[in-house]
């Protein structure tokens, strides 16, 4: 090619290839954010559930029962023992300012979650006692829930020595009622209660 033509080819720089998404902004998480262990997402679940639930709560079954009347003398005392699951709970109630001693133990610290407290406190709470009496109990067997479960029966069949008028009310709102739901029994040949090894053919 002669020089001349040479000069009138004009150099057109080549363009860069266009990447991709180059114009989309990256997701960065920072370091310091910090996620959720198993234990506290269970929990924040099992509050969320418990909110849901106490908006569904019919409003008469929150009410206080107006008609109970519990001798309240200083040396009463009503015992009882409630069950789930396999927790046992053995439980005193006397007249006092409406604290809670499980095996020595207060409520706070045996049970940290907010929604096991509120089943325990549910019968003191509904006849209106919740600030007259003491509740005194020994347990052994069963989990967290299990337990405070147990507790609930306990107490519940206890105010019913205190003022067998109660009956009626409590058994409605289903606290004298033993869950009989219990972990099914492990069967012979099986993994667990219905769980088989794996079927093979040949």
């Not at 409520?107 to 406190?121: A, G, N």
Request: charged share 35%; glycine share 8%.
């Amino acid at each position: 090619m002669p020089a001349t033509e040479l000069e009138e080819v004009e150099l057109v720089p080549r363009a860069k290839p266009e990447i991709p998404g180059a114009d989309l902004i990256p997701d960065i998480v920072p370091d310091t954010q910090e996620f959720l262990d198993a234990e506290a997402k269970a929990a924040a679940e099992a509050e969320a559930e418990a909110a849901a639930l106490r908006e569904q709560e019919p409003e008469d079954l929150a009410q206080p029962i107006a008609d109970a009347a519990i001798d309240l003398a200083a040396g009463a005392r009503y015992t009882a023992t409630g069950k789930r699951k396999t927790a046992v709970a053995r439980v005193i109630l006397k007249p006092g300012a409406g604290t809670y001693s499980v095996n020595g133990k207060t409520l706070e610290t045996l049970f940290p979650r907010d929604t096991l407290r509120r089943v325990i406190r549910q019968p003191l709470e509904t006849v209106g006692y919740e600030s007259r009496m003491d509740v005194v109990a020994r347990m052994h067997g069963g989990g967290v829930a299990a337990q405070a479960g147990a507790l609930r029966h306990g107490i519940s069949r206890a105010l019913i020595e205190a003022d067998p008028h109660l009956r009626g009310e409590l058994k409605r709102r289903g606290f004298l009622t033993r869950d009989p739901r219990v972990k099914e029994r492990k069967k012979a040949g099986l993994k667990k209660a219905r769980k088989r090894p794996q079927f093979s053919k040949r």
